[in-house]
């Protein structure tokens, strides 16, 4: 959670806000943090990962959505939009929401500097009290690495993970029952060498 605005406000001033802020902005115990900005990384990986899961959902029941759409966790009130998240099935919005969604089965975060160790540890322990998620995948815009988190069958609390490093991999999203390409899912995302000036590219 970034940039705390206020110390306490109600669900409904937050609501409000939201309603008429250009920005994003998480709610969590009364407080409300503003979201960081993507860079164009974080904005080549998340359109390219929306493009895979629209191709691979094609015809099934399961959606995927974007970061405009607000996901509320049921039991510790967090209010937050992740990069992306796919459902399957009806959808369970909040009660009188037609913009948030309570029962996400797939939550994709693309990591920043800035809320890298956010992710991957508070806002997961937040992410784990949904009772609707098996898989939560991390994916970092700053190298090719991606993990993704898998909810152990018949044992809720506890959570797996296998880590994709190479280009070459396809990453797999057991709960969805499908692969992606780590190159698709890098397609055009630059990364600096650390010796010279010139980029390189995941073609």
């Given at each position: 959670?970034?940039n705390?605005?206020q110390?306490?406000?109600?669900?409904q001033?937050y609501?409000?806000?939201?309603?008429?802020?250009e920005?994003k902005h998480e709610?969590y115990?009364?407080?409300?943090?503003?979201?960081?900005g993507?860079s164009?990384n974080?904005?080549?990986?998340?359109f390219?990962l929306?493009?895979?899961?629209?191709?691979?959902l094609?015809?099934?029941t399961c959606e995927?959505?974007?970061?405009?759409?607000?996901l509320l966790?049921?039991a510790n009130g967090?209010y937050?939009y992740p990069?992306?998240m796919?459902?399957?099935?009806?959808?369970?919005?909040?009660?009188g929401?037609t913009?948030?969604?309570?029962?996400p089965?797939?939550?994709i975060?693309?990591l920043?500097?800035?809320t890298a160790?956010?992710?991957?540890t508070?806002?997961?322990?937040l992410?784990?009290?949904?009772?609707?998620?098996?898989?939560?995948?991390l994916?970092?815009?700053?190298?090719?690495?991606?993990q993704?988190?898998r909810r152990v069958k018949?044992?809720?609390?506890l959570?797996a993970?296998?880590s994709y490093?190479h280009?070459?991999e396809?990453?797999r999203i057991?709960?969805?029952d499908?692969?992606l390409?780590?190159k698709?899912?890098y397609?055009r995302?630059e990364?600096p060498q650390?010796?010279?000036?010139?980029?390189t590219?995941?073609?």
């Amino acid at each position: 959670m970034l940039n705390r605005a206020q110390p306490i406000h109600t669900l409904q001033e937050y609501l409000a806000l939201e309603e008429q802020s250009e920005d994003k902005h998480e709610y969590y115990q009364g407080q409300i943090f503003l979201m960081a900005g993507g860079s164009v990384n974080h904005n080549r990986i998340s359109f390219n990962l929306a493009g895979l899961l629209y191709q691979k959902l094609a015809g099934s029941t399961c959606e995927a959505f974007s970061s405009d759409m607000r996901l509320l966790v049921k039991a510790n009130g967090l209010y937050t939009y992740p990069d992306l998240m796919v459902v399957c099935g009806s959808l369970d919005l909040a009660p009188g929401r037609t913009d948030t969604v309570t029962n996400p089965l797939v939550i994709i975060e693309v990591l920043s500097e800035s809320t890298a160790e956010y992710d991957r540890t508070d806002k997961f322990e937040l992410y784990k009290e949904l009772e609707s998620l098996e898989n939560y995948i991390l994916v970092d815009q700053h190298r090719s690495y991606i993990q993704c988190f898998r909810r152990v069958k018949d044992e809720p609390k506890l959570w797996a993970v296998e880590s994709y490093r190479h280009l070459e991999e396809n990453l797999r999203i057991p709960a969805l029952d499908l692969e992606l390409s780590l190159k698709e899912i890098y397609h055009r995302v630059e990364w600096p060498q650390a010796d010279t000036t010139h980029p390189t590219t995941a073609e």
